[in-house]
């Protein structure tokens, strides 16, 4: 049997999101603990491609999980992200480490890109006619992307989506700079550790791109 996976819990008033903390990207939220623990079992399937891509090993047995942590949750929680770290975010980061990190959030935006080509431009609309078509949601991403930019003390210009060397270039600088912060201080005023940093961006990548699947039956 596989080992149980560590997972930490940011518990808010009306919302629970559950984080795997070795996998960046793999996070699922539900009403309480244990709807959030059992929508990140459902979603293991989805998030196989992320580890696959990277050529990181994943079991892909039904997962078990154990929970290491719980931190209280905010506005941001109850609105639908997740916003706050776990306290071994802050721990030394080693080398060999910041490498996986950096592989399984590339392996992100590879995946994102992958469902943003086939998907049609127009998407399935939700019960209320809501909900943004493709582009509009890759739009979204690269703008969502230049606050995180910031949260890891970089200052970068942020490239038109259709950029695709600037992009390159952009994505490229967000791994440099969590790769660089191996052996470094892990946390910093207004800053985010490098570790939350990826499993953030990560988790915004795959949320988008697992919605542009179902919206595009």
């Known amino acids: 049997m596989a080992p149980a996976i560590p997972v930490y819990l940011e518990v808010g008033a009306k919302r629970v999101f559950a984080s795997a903390l070795d996998w960046p990207g793999w996070t699922r939220s539900g009403k309480d603990e244990t709807l959030a623990l059992e929508a990140l079992a459902v979603y293991a399937p989805r998030y196989t491609k992320v580890p696959k891509a990277a050529r990181i090993d994943f079991s892909d047995g039904a997962p078990t999980f154990k929970v290491v942590e719980r931190v209280t949750g905010n506005a941001t929680t109850d609105f639908g992200a997740p916003g706050i770290p776990s306290s ?21 935006w590879k995946v994102f890109d992958a469902v943003v080509s086939k998907a049609p431009a127009e998407l399935r609309k939700g019960p209320r006619g809501g909900g943004r078509d493709r582009d509009k949601i890759a739009d979204h991403i690269i703008d969502a992307e230049s606050a995180y930019v910031g949260k890891l003390g970089l200052k970068l210009e942020t490239p038109r989506r259709d950029n695709t060397s ?6 490229k600088a967000i791994i440099d700079a969590i790769r660089a912060s191996a052996g470094g201080p892990q946390s910093g005023e207004k800053r985010w550790p490098p570790r939350y940093a990826a499993r953030r961006i990560a988790w915004h990548l795959l949320d988008h791109a697992w919605e542009i699947e179902d919206r595009s039956q």
């Not at 802050?90 to 590339?106: F, M, Q």
């Not at 600037?166 to 994505?171: S, Y």
């Open 166 to 171: 600037a992009v390159r270039e952009w994505r």
């Open 88 to 108: 071994t975010d802050t721990k030394a980061l080693a080398g060999k480490e910041a490498e996986r990190i950096c592989d399984l959030l590339a392996a992100s």
